[in-house]
């Protein structure tokens, strides 16, 4: 909840020493890899978990905690739902099976529905997820952004906002763009993504982006192959069960 992800890890790695591995501890156990780099442990622990949910005697509709026992109520299918966000979102990062991602989401979207108990932070987290991919894919600006700004209409998050962020720096540096709206408006999302919290690899990543922001068309940066400066950035999508202005 603090955004406190490489404590959050350790914490959870001594939980797992302890073998004390409830369903949720394992989910937040692979996104606190995530999100602090460690991606192919993460990626595991998250895909034992849907093994583990695949064979479970429990319902889909179950509920796994209640609001009393730890601040959250999820069902058993909304938890494998966030564990397959979050390794579409690892695999994206990494720029692995990009197109298979976005068919992926889909399948998860059509089993959460609308009906979920935490429906509108399943949706959020899909559509931010879906947006990524398809600037990764390099789709049309303006289904990156739609899908960008369905999540935080629905509910607002650091990593969305990064990815708004991100988005319009990268969008400052294309010919025919206009360099200073997007410019504007990746420093806006920043500081929301920065307010709201970040591990420390999002903060550099959105760090070096700003930086970037800097640099003119014609600078011998750009001239020198940095024509699209935030190629090799990624990061870690959210998904914890935690309006914004125009993108």
Same mark, same amino acid.
């Given at each position: ?22 369903? @949720? =501890? ?8 995530? /999100?602090?780099?460690?991606?192919? *442990?993460? +990626?595991?622990? $998250? %895909? ?74 399943? @949706? =959020? ?8 991919? /398809?600037?990764?894919?390099?789709? *049309?600006? +303006?289904?990156? $952004? %739609? ?101």
């Amino acid at each position: 909840e603090l955004d406190e992800y490489e404590k959050a890890a350790a914490s959870f790695q001594l939980a797992n020493a302890l073998e004390f591995k409830p369903h @949720l =501890a394992r989910l937040y156990t692979g996104i606190s890899y995530v /999100r602090t780099g460690a991606v192919c *442990e993460g +990626e595991r622990e $998250l %895909q034992d978990l849907l093994a583990e949910l695949s064979t479970t005697s429990l319902r889909p509709e179950t509920c796994l905690g209640t609001p009393e026992e730890s601040g959250e109520r999820v069902t058993v299918k909304e938890l494998a739902a966030l564990a397959e966000i979050n390794i579409v979102a690892s695999l994206t990062d990494r720029d692995a099976r990009l197109e298979q991602n976005l068919v992926r989401l889909g399948e998860v979207k059509q089993r959460v529905g609308n009906g979920a108990v935490n429906s509108d932070v399943l @949706l =959020a987290n899909i559509a931010d997820v879906e947006g990524w991919t /398809r600037f990764r894919l390099n789709k *049309e600006l +303006e289904e990156i $952004l %739609q899908c960008l700004k369905d999540s935080i209409e629905k509910l607002p998050s650091a990593e969305a906002y990064l990815h708004l962020a991100l988005v319009h720096a990268e969008c400052s540096h294309r010919k025919g763009e206009d360099c200073s709206v997007h410019q504007k408006r990746a420093r806006d999302f920043a500081r929301l993504a920065t307010r709201m919290g970040l591990a420390e690899r999002q903060q550099v990543q959105l760090d070096d982006a700003l930086r970037m922001l800097a640099v003119r068309p014609g600078d011998q940066a750009v001239n020198e192959g940095a024509q699209k400066p935030l190629a090799g950035l990624a990061s870690a999508n959210g998904s914890g069960l935690h309006k914004a202005g125009e993108v």
